[in-house]
């Protein structure tokens, strides 16, 4: 079954009493409860929530997140300023409802903030005769009545499922014509350690050396794992990277003009500092594979970071792409290679002498059952000489 996509809207209205009117009430009773209104047993996937409610983080998306990087704001603090804060879950929003009765100027400003970014805003009011002629969108208007919320609450509803077809419209047109990619001159631009920390769902890494990982990024994947787990969500994060006794480094070390056993010890140290941190977590692997590196990437959530290695030492400064996992191409390409790859891959062990094995004809499964298989028969044989 597909999973069920999740819309988010906001909601500018009044706090409390103003001009005898109950907008809290109101909000409670018609504007938040018009999502009930849904198939009978089906389940509402529509989220509205106002500035003094808990932002629904668990329910945003990679196209959510877009949005924010879209207009600069990824790594823009929420709390750092009530006004930047507002902002954010504009952006963030698929849609805004604002009840702009008696014109309150909080609203106004927010009102006016979602327009400069052509946010879809459904109007409510109850004070027609003070509706701004040049607000626009007069299809998403609803005059209603303060003495009858059901009607308010029905054609609400209404409202919210046209903005909800017309933003499904939008996203499948933006699929089929390959979607957003965004660019970053380099690594550290993409500031992938703060999107680490803000990690909800899923992780991956793939990459053939990890010293950036246990350098930069460790602290920022402990940091979501930690909030996952207040959260009660299961962050499934999965570290793919070169076995340091892998055939194939030595001629990456050649490449960056790096001495084999230094460059062997620099993974080996990066894969214990992470494992350190990683392996008793219960939703955390770190495998390691002994093929021919071909990819270079960091999944988190919904967006893939891709950037390239260098023949010489300066990957993690080359630019970086970032693309939807939902884009078409990106599964076959990206999540379908990862998969594969994990699935020939070993679960990372620490060990205090490791041997380098010359790469067998049959894969690695292989040589080590034939070596194990001769192991065997020379104890056998051992035993029957006694």
Not at 114 to 135: C, E, G, M, W
């Amino acid at each position: 079954m597909a999973k069920r996509q999740k819309f988010v809207g906001y909601v500018s209205i009044p706090f409390g009493i103003k001009h005898r009117d109950d907008f809290t009430e109101l909000y409670k009773k018609a504007i938040f409860a018009s999502t009930a209104l849904v198939a009978s047993g089906e389940p509402s996937n529509v989220c509205l929530f106002r500035e003094d409610e808990e932002e629904p983080t668990h329910l945003y998306e990679a196209r959510h997140y877009r949005r924010l990087e879209r207009f600069g704001r990824a790594s823009v603090k929420p709390e750092r300023r009530l006004r930047d804060e507002i902002q954010r879950h504009i952006i963030l929003a698929d849609f805004v409802i604002a009840d702009i009765s008696h014109l309150n100027p909080n609203v106004m400003l927010e009102v006016g903030f979602a327009q400069a970014i052509d946010k879809r805003i459904i109007y409510v009011t109850h004070t027609p005769d003070q509706f701004p002629s040049n607000l626009g969108d007069l299809k998403r208007r609803y005059d209603y009545n303060t003495r009858d919320l059901f009607t308010l609450k029905r054609n609400l509803w209404h409202k919210i499922s046209e903005v909800i077809e017309e933003v499904k419209h939008e996203d499948l047109l933006e699929k089929e014509h390959g979607g957003t990619i965004e660019y970053f001159r380099e690594r550290k631009k993409a500031a992938l350690e703060d999107k680490f920390a803000k990690a909800q769902n899923v992780i991956q890494i793939l990459t053939t050396n990890l010293m950036t990982v246990s350098a930069v990024y460790l602290v920022s994947i402990l940091t979501a794992i930690s909030n996952a787990k207040k959260d009660g969500r299961k962050l499934k994060v999965t570290i793919l990277t070169s076995d340091p006794t892998n055939p194939f480094i030595e001629a990456r070390a050649n490449q960056l003009i790096e001495n084999l056993d230094g460059y062997r010890g620099e993974l080996e140290g990066s894969l214990k500092a992470i494992a350190a941190k990683l392996q008793r977590e219960p939703h955390c692997k770190i495998l390691t594979y002994r093929e021919f590196p071909v990819q270079l990437w960091h999944r988190i959530d919904g967006t893939i970071y891709i950037g390239a290695p260098s023949l010489i030492r300066r990957s993690r400064d080359n630019c970086v792409f970032a693309v939807s996992v939902d884009i078409p191409g990106i599964k076959e390409t990206f999540l379908d290679h990862f998969a594969e790859l994990e699935k020939r891959a070993r679960v990372y062990a620490p060990e205090k002498h490791r041997r380098v094995k010359p790469m067998s004809t049959g894969g690695d499964a292989a040589g080590e059952k034939k070596e194990a298989s001769k192991a065997k028969k020379q104890k056998f044989d051992s035993n029957s000489r006694k």
